[in-house]
T-cell receptor, first 113, second 116 residues
Framework: AQTVTQSQPEMSVQEAETVTLSCTYDTSESDYYLFWYKQPPSRQMILVIRQEAYKQQNATENRFSVNFQKAAKSFSLKISDSQLGDAAMYFCAYTGANSKLTFGKGITLSVRP | KAGVTQTPRYLIKTRGQQVTLSCSPISGHRSVSWYQQTPGQGLQFLFEYFSETQRNKGNFPGRFSGRQFSNSRSEMNVSTLELGDSALYLC???????????????FGPGTRLTVL
């Protein structure tokens, strides 16, 4: 079975600074996708960024980028120029052949003004 | 295009009762997945429906069931409610085309169920 681990329950970052959220996963599949989802206090899950395992290039979406290390099964999210609106819970997630999403426990990110 | 809608948004039930939650997917989406979110267990996959058929199922007891209608709307039912069923129930819809291409899951706002 696939597992996703987020070992840091909370992180804090100063506005305009950069923060990196860590995630590791375990799978025996070779073809899969990885995601970071944001869940603000409204509880609406929002897809931040996704990475396809067969692509070596790290995904980037504006201020958000990932560091995908396939051999190490590591998938971290970097948020640059942090904004107050980035404060939320962030979930790392995995999907493989069965198309179901497996989530990590999440990390609460706070942004200090 | 309207997003995924879930009704009701909040629900309070007592132990032993049953509850039905509804999810209307984005127009054109044929796959609906359900997730349970609790502080202790996090986000856990319940089941997925596609073309009125259950395609995947998570590790939940038989008290949790679902169905999908011909218009892709889905309902999930929990019978004989327990205190531990208190959670945020999220549904997500996607196109779920054939082949290996992953289709993004779009989440609804969730139904907050409280069991007293």
């Amino acid at each position: 079975a696939q597992t996703v681990t987020q070992s840091q329950p909370e992180m804090s970052v100063q506005e305009a600074e950069t923060v990196t959220l860590s995630c590791t996963y375990d799978t025996s599949e070779s073809d899969y996708y990885l995601f970071w989802y944001k869940q603000p206090p409204s509880r609406q899950m929002i897809l931040v960024i996704r990475q396809e395992a067969y692509k070596q290039q790290n995904a980037t979406e504006n201020r958000f980028s990932v560091n995908f290390q396939k051999a190490a099964k590591s998938f971290s999210l970097k948020i640059s120029d942090s904004q107050l609106g980035d404060a939320a819970m962030y979930f790392c997630a995995y999907t493989g052949a069965n198309s179901k999403l497996t989530f990590g426990k999440g990390i609460t990110l706070s942004v200090r003004p | 295009k309207a997003g995924v809608t879930q009704t009701p948004r909040y629900l309070i039930k007592t132990r032993g009762q049953q509850v039905t939650l509804s999810c209307s997917p984005i127009s054109g989406h044929r796959s609906v997945s359900w997730y349970q979110q609790t502080p202790g267990q996090g986000l856990q996959f319940l089941f997925e429906y596609f073309s009125e058929t259950q395609r995947n199922k998570g590790n939940f007891p038989g008290r949790f069931s679902g169905r999908q209608f011909s218009n892709s709307r889905s309902e999930m039912n929990v019978s004989t409610l327990e205190l531990g069923d208190s959670a945020l129930y999220l549904c997500a819809s996607s196109l779920r085309t054939s082949g290996r291409t992953y289709n993004e899951q779009f989440f609804g706002p969730g139904t907050r169920l409280t069991v007293l």
